[in-house]
């Protein structure tokens, strides 16, 4: 069975310019979630799917971070525009459903952004 | 955010030693689970804790859930190699999974 799948792995952009994340869920996994990773922390949530749905985007900076999953399958996050700040690894996550266990998440390996 | 005290912060130990890590928080959590995280990867699920006092092995690894329901540990017996990364540690709260800061495992040749 494939992972969660996430692209790229890495990105290298100057502040202010555009950059955009794209992950492909297990097949399957109704749940989708966006994390951010600073170095030396843990993940932090920016934004939880249940299917299509943005059921949960209360840590997501919506200044300049945009989310979308339009048929409930994979997922784009968006920065616009970039700031220094923003270099971290964006890891995104699913899960089976919100009936199931939640708990149970399983990662891709991550965007790394470096903004300059 | 809410966090979670995790420590220690890393650890440099010998092959075949044992290893003990904890977590633990002001709020109480339902579930606390343990990950594990190699460079350049997402994190693992190791163990998962659903239950006050609860104790549950995953081979070398043993983790506990707190009776205070405050705090978790892990353990990994006769450390190998490969053991080496960053543990997490995990409270979920409200469909939200609140995090450690990570424990850095090292294990000197």
């Known amino acids: 069975e494939a992972g969660v799948v996430q692209s790229p792995r890495y990105k290298i952009i100057e502040k202010k310019q555009p950059v955009a994340f794209w992950c492909n869920p297990i097949s399957g996994h109704n749940t989708l979630y966006w994390y951010r990773q600073n170095l030396g922390q843990g993940p932090e949530l920016l934004i939880r799917y249940e299917n299509e749905e943005a059921v949960d985007d209360s840590q997501l900076p919506k200044d300049r971070f945009s989310a979308e999953r339009l048929k409930g399958v994979d997922s784009t996050l968006k920065i616009q525009p970039a700031e220094l700040g923003d270099s971290a690894v964006y890891l995104c996550?699913?899960?089976?459903?919100?009936?199931?266990?939640?708990?149970?998440?399983?990662f891709g390996p991550g965007t790394r952004l470096t903004v300059l | 955010g809410q966090q979670l005290n995790q420590s220690p912060q890393s650890m440099f130990i010998q092959e075949g030693e044992d290893v003990s890590m904890n977590c633990t928080s002001s709020s109480i959590f339902n579930t606390w689970l343990w990950y594990k995280q190699d460079p350049g990867e997402g994190p693992v699920l190791l163990i998962a804790?659903?239950?006050a006092g609860e104790l549950t092995s995953n081979g070398r690894l043993t983790a506990q859930f707190g009776i205070t329901r405050k705090d978790s540990f892990l353990n990994i017996s006769a450390s190998i190699p490969s053991d080496v990364g960053i543990y997490f540690c995990?409270?979920?709260?409200?469909?939200?999974?609140?995090w450690g800061a990570g424990t850095k495992l090292i294990i000197k040749p």
């Open positions: 804790l659903y239950k």
């Open positions: 995990a409270g979920l709260l409200n469909y939200q999974l609140i």
């Open positions: 996550a699913s899960s089976p459903g919100q009936g199931l266990k939640i708990d149970t998440q399983y």
